[in-house]
């Protein structure tokens, strides 16, 4: 979509509800400016990135102290020490 103060494009998320009114359909719309969760995404995919892709062993636990997920690093460094 495009400001039109700005002249700028930003992603928006476009809802539409039908709705059943007296005077018969009527579709009620809202759209909202996604400009900050895109950057959180782009965000989140460049930390995985770096993670996935690093040379260094990186293991993620849950709060029980339980493994939930390793990078190609932990996984060369297991295989070394097993």
């Known amino acids: 979509m ?3 103060r700005t002249a700028t ?3 928006v998320e476009i809802s539409l ?3 059943e ?3 018969g359909p ?3 719309s809202t759209i909202r400016d996604i400009t900050e969760r ?3 995404e782009r965000s989140r ?3 995985a990135s770096i993670v996935d892709y690093s040379d260094d062993a990186i ?3 849950s709060l029980e102290g339980i493994i939930v997920n390793w990078n190609k690093g932990a996984e060369r460094l297991l295989r070394v020490l097993s």
């Open 2 to 4: 495009r400001s039109a």
């Open 59 to 61: 293991i993620g636990k």
């Open 17 to 19: 509800s039908p709705l």
């Open 9 to 11: 494009e930003f992603p």
């Open 38 to 40: 895109k950057r959180v």
């Open 45 to 47: 995919e460049q930390l």
């Open 21 to 23: 009114t007296e005077e």
């Open 26 to 28: 009527l579709v009620s």
